[in-house]
């Protein structure tokens, strides 16, 4: 009953910037963690950044000070502006959210179906 959709993936140069969105929809009571992970080709599926429901975010040390995550706690939303992109970013970008859908009912987890980031030139 839970869905992520992610949007705003898409082809940039190198230090280039995007920003990712994430609705969540379905039944939610509330939402205890929102972040983002990425599948590059070769590699395991990574933390990108999340922000829990306090508003703590944690970041890999690989996009710390060139990514932000935000959340709209009104539209169930998490976005990740990503600034000075590099080849490196290019991977499938995974929307991922800890949703508690009843006031009775703990978190589960969900993923999005993932938006492609391609930074080349």
């Known amino acids: 009953q839970v869905q992520l959709v992610e949007s705003g993936g898409g082809l940039v140069q190198p230090g280039g910037s995007l920003r990712l969105s994430c609705e969540a929809s379905?039944?939610?009571?509330?939402?205890?963690?929102m972040g983002w992970y990425r599948h590059a080709t070769g590699k395991q599926r990574e933390l990108v950044a999340t922000?829990?429901?306090?508003?703590?975010?944690n970041y890999a040390d690989s996009v710390r000070g060139r990514f932000t995550i935000s959340r709209d706690y009104a539209k169930n939303m998490v976005t990740l502006q990503m600034n000075s992109l590099k080849p490196e970013d290019t991977a499938v970008y995974y929307c991922?959210?800890?949703?508690?859908?009843?006031?009775?009912?703990?978190?589960?987890?969900?993923w999005g179906q993932g938006t492609q980031v391609t930074v080349s030139s």
């Open positions: 991922n959210a800890d949703v508690a859908p009843t006031t009775s009912w703990g978190p589960t987890n969900y």
């Open positions: 379905g039944s939610i009571f509330l939402i205890q963690t």
């Open positions: 922000v829990t429901k306090f508003g703590s975010t």
